[in-house]
């Protein structure tokens, strides 16, 4: 027998790995329900059983068992429809930006970007320092993570952003999170879900939240919606388009859907009848059509980045042939593809970070890639480098912005100018600084102006 089949874990990681060695046939074979089934609905809505927690939240609340941290007309929201039609309400003012630990660290021009936006559309938010990772990175990648922990950290943060507004003398409530990330958006909707099913776990953490003071009457706080950045880029698309400058009709963007975006808790994922027929999330798609954008199609869209959080830590060399082989190099090829559009950390640094590696395997294969918000900032006249910060991305941007008609030199010059001022001490901010610290130590109370 073989030696797998008496006891050995089979992890299909490093030494394990086994090339399946299928002839082209059996390729074409073995992913063919892709394009059999993943086009349309039937492979997200074929379920037995889907339900809409929100309708058990309700119930919790009326039995004074939680409380709900509930979107008001304050919020100026915008309903969208998730897959199964269900309503969805999407805020879109007085924001509190729940921001992503790797896209701080390894893509800063991704959150600058979206704030760079919302200053341009008059938006009101907050960008406070008083926050933490989701942990969700540590719960996938590692396994080490557990419940209990992540559902602290969700209820932790998610009640700052309840109480954050006290600073300026708002009442609780006056902001509501938009989450940054992909991993942390799924990782919330995910441990949002299990509090609601699980009486014993509210139990758990309803002791912890106590002793940090995170409680609202005696109850735990739960966010009446969960609600990514990209998902506010749709509802705001046309009034983005309102102020773009650059004509982008003739870019060709391939788009890669984030799969803790729209196939972890896909019924909570966004699908427009106007965006690829309904057949497809919606977000990022639906802000390119309407800026106006050639959105190309091509065969691995379903795919992964490559990222997995596993494979990254196990197998290093998996995910970077698969982001180059099964994502750039198909965009490229099939779709003739100018920029790929992502709209999640790990997506956007996997695609990016790693398309150098090829080339020392004669994989000379190069796609500009970038956030969905950094090419509206892109088209709407934000800086390249100062705003966009394109200068961390490892693809190849130059192209793509020359095809823009942006005069990339020029603004790398004027970049390295304005380098020399911020080491002069004469930087700029995108906000009033004293909004970063909003409780804590360090914390003066803003006064009203």
Known sequence: MDTLTQGTRFTGHGADWRDADLSEVEKQA????????VDRRSM???KEKVEDVRDL?????????IAVHRIGDQHAPHTARTLFGWEKRIPTTQLWHHKSCGQCGNIPGYPTSLLWLMNRLNISYLDE?????CSA???HGSGIGNIESLACVFLRNFHQAYVSGRAQGFDDGHYFPLVHCGTSFGNYKEVRMFLLQSAELRDRVKKVLGKLGRLVDGKLLIPEEIVHYSEWLHVMRSKIHGIQEIDVSNIRATVHPACHVYKM????????DDVLQGNRVAVSTGLLDAMGAQVIDYSTWYDCCGFGFRHIISEREFTRSFAIDRKIKVAVEEARSDVMIGHDTGCITTLDKN???????????ELAVMADCQFAALACGADPYKICQLHWHASPVEKLMVKMGIDWEKAKAGFEDYLKEVEAGNGENLYDPRLMITSGPGFHKIAAE
């Open 30 to 37: 073995a992913t063919a329900w892709v394009e059999a089934r």
């Open 44 to 46: 997200m809505t074929g």
């Open 57 to 65: 939240m309700w119930e919790l609340e009326k039995d004074g068992e």
């Open 129 to 133: 320092t008083d926050q933490t990772s």
């Open 137 to 139: 990175w540590n719960y």
């Open 265 to 272: 808790i896909p019924e909570d994922a966004l699908y427009d």
């Open 355 to 365: 398309q150098w590696i090829g080339q020392a395997v004669d994989k000379n294969v």
